[in-house]
């Protein structure tokens, strides 16, 4: 089947189905478990966070990309990655922070560093496995192969609209309330996470990055302050193109 579908085309319904998938489980928690309290509400949330990945699987094998889901899971999860894509993956968190408190757009919790160790584990599922389908999948998958803004414009709105029916639901906070601040914030990570795949074989050193920054809100949450943001996202579009022009030199 592989041969008769192209890899733009395939990017295509990987992003119509992934959207679809997670909007119709959306439906389905906020019709059956609107307070969000019971263990049927958590496990659909799971599942909302899981769909990246799963319908990631299922066209990797449709496509006859992988032979099974074994071999799907060592190309995400087992490859050997380079020592620069693993410092990548420490310092993305970095510069999302650092620059914001540079910015001084940053309100500190007050939680103490367990409160970030506890919830490390949790963002694995809450966030960090959407990378598979994101930056594994569907990035490979767009045809702006040689063009990497493009792409990343592209990817950052696939990301944006499949965000929107999780914050549908009521008792899920979103990073800002203000939907194009919320937009910016994704896009400046799409940039960084976009560069980290780039020096990446597998899909775990973005979930690791992912994972992080996920975490650190315990500690730390950048505000919305939209000039700040504006700041923020134009920095890390700046270093995302520069890592994949040093990346694209090499070769």
């Not at 074994?70 to 620069?84: D, I, R, T």
């Not at 780039?198 to 992080?212: D, R």
Request: aromatic content about 16%; glycine content about 6%; proline content about 4%.
């Amino acid at each position: 089947m592989s041969k008769f579908i192209s890899k733009q085309s395939a990017a295509i319904w990987y992003g119509l189905t992934a959207l679809l998938a997670t909007f119709l489980v959306g439906q389905v928690i906020l019709w059956c478990f609107p307070d969000g309290r019971s263990m049927g509400a958590s496990l659909l949330f799971i599942l909302m966070n899981l769909i990246p990945m799963i319908v990631a699987a299922v066209f990797s094998l449709v496509l006859s990309e992988v032979n099974s889901l074994g071999e799907f899971f060592k190309k995400v999860f087992l490859q050997k990655e380079s020592p620069l894509s693993w410092i990548l993956a420490f310092f993305i968190p970095v510069i999302y922070y650092g620059i914001s408190i540079l910015l001084m757009n940053v309100r500190f919790t007050g939680n103490s560093l367990l409160a970030f160790f506890l919830y490390f584990p949790w963002t694995l599922l809450y966030g960090g496995l959407e990378e598979v389908g994101w930056r594994w999948f569907l990035q490979d998958h767009l045809s702006f192969s040689k063009h990497f803004i493009p792409k990343m414009m592209l990817l950052s709105i696939v990301w944006f609209l499949w965000h929107i029916p999780i914050y549908q639901l009521p008792w899920i906070t979103a990073g800002s309330s203000n939907y194009l601040i919320f937009y910016l914030m994704i896009l400046g990570n799409t940039f960084l996470f976009g560069a980290l795949k780039e020096y990446s074989k597998g899909a775990v050193p973005c979930i690791i990055a992912h994972m992080l920054i996920d975490s650190l809100a315990v500690l730390m949450l950048v505000q919305s302050s939209l000039p700040q943001i504006i700041l923020l996202v134009i920095f890390e579009i700046l270093v995302a193109s520069w890592l994949v022009a040093a990346r694209k030199s090499e070769k």
